[in-house]
């Protein structure tokens, strides 16, 4: 069995595993729970920068990420073997569980916060051209005009620790500790990055993929703001306009999705595309 091989090789005899499957699909990935020596952990295959995120900056335990066991590479691929978080995710949002994630980040982004560091992981620059190339699909004055603000905002404001794909289901919640998780793309980056993700495509619809009401939105941009932006320095007028202009970015991404494949039909795009315009309109494009 290739996974009793991969531990091995990380000196570990395996009990049981379980494959986990995608919260988005249902299909299975290569992730998987596993229980040995006592314990039960994740080993998970790697994607995109996760090796190197891990090993750069989260070798020491942290209460935000899960402790790193071990790793191992075997047929042309790398593995982790980190702690497993029992809990849920935030994909139905609640005041109580958002505090904590929001507690999470903010340590988190403290303890990097314009730390000069290596250029690993997935970092600023090498984010650059895909948040680039997303303008070429916009096909709307308005929209390229506001994108175009937010590419100087992302090259200007201050850099810190981000999870580049901080979705509701990218973070684990148990008890007072949240947790994230799915690290193929994290690295310092524009500070704005993690939470402009997780709140954007939250929806005030019980029946949601991501349940998010507007007013925890708004508490989460004001909470972020009370317990850390505006102690790094930075005035709330310059916050809240440099949130507006990463959030647009987010709601740009099912605009650029419809236009690359020809599909402006899909209810997303619609969506989203009608959100980008008020959003711009409200900034001033």
Request: glycine share 6%; hydrophobic share 35%; aromatic share 16%.
């Amino acid at each position: 069995m290739i996974i009793e091989k991969i531990l091995r090789k990380m000196g570990i005899s395996l009990t049981s595993v379980t494959q986990f499957q995608n919260a988005e699909d249902g299909e299975f990935y290569n992730a998987w729970k596993i229980k040995a020596d006592g314990k039960t952990m994740v080993l998970k295959q790697t994607k995109g920068h996760e090796l190197d995120t891990y090993q750069t900056f989260f070798s020491v335990p942290s209460t935000y990420t899960p402790r790193l066991y071990g790793t191992a590479r075997y047929e042309d691929a790398d593995y982790l073997l980190i702690e497993y978080i029992p809990g849920d995710d935030l994909r139905r949002c609640d005041r109580e569980r958002l505090t904590v994630v929001l507690d999470s980040l903010i340590a988190m982004q403290k303890a990097w916060w314009e730390l000069p560091t290596p250029e690993k992981g997935f970092h600023y620059a090498q984010s650059l051209p895909g948040r680039e190339n997303r303008r070429n699909f916009l096909k709307d004055p308005q929209l390229e005009a506001a994108y175009d603000a937010f590419l100087r905002e992302y090259s200007t404001v201050p850099r810190t620790l981000c999870h580049d794909d901080l979705l509701p289901f990218n973070v684990i919640c148990n008890g007072g500790r949240a947790v994230f998780i799915d690290w193929e793309y994290g690295g310092i980056l524009p500070y704005l990055t993690s939470l402009a993700r997780l709140i954007a495509h939250g929806e005030d619809a019980e029946d949601a993929f991501f349940y998010m009401t507007e007013p925890d939105k708004a508490f989460a941009a004001a909470y972020y703001y009370d317990n850390f932006v505006g102690e790094m320095g930075i005035s709330y007028d310059n916050y809240r306009r440099s949130l507006g202009l990463f959030l647009f970015y987010e709601y740009c991404e099912w605009v650029y999705v419809g236009n690359k494949y020809n599909d402006t039909t899909m209810p997303r795009y619609r969506s989203y595309f009608q959100k980008a315009k008020q959003l711009a309109a409200e900034l001033g494009y």
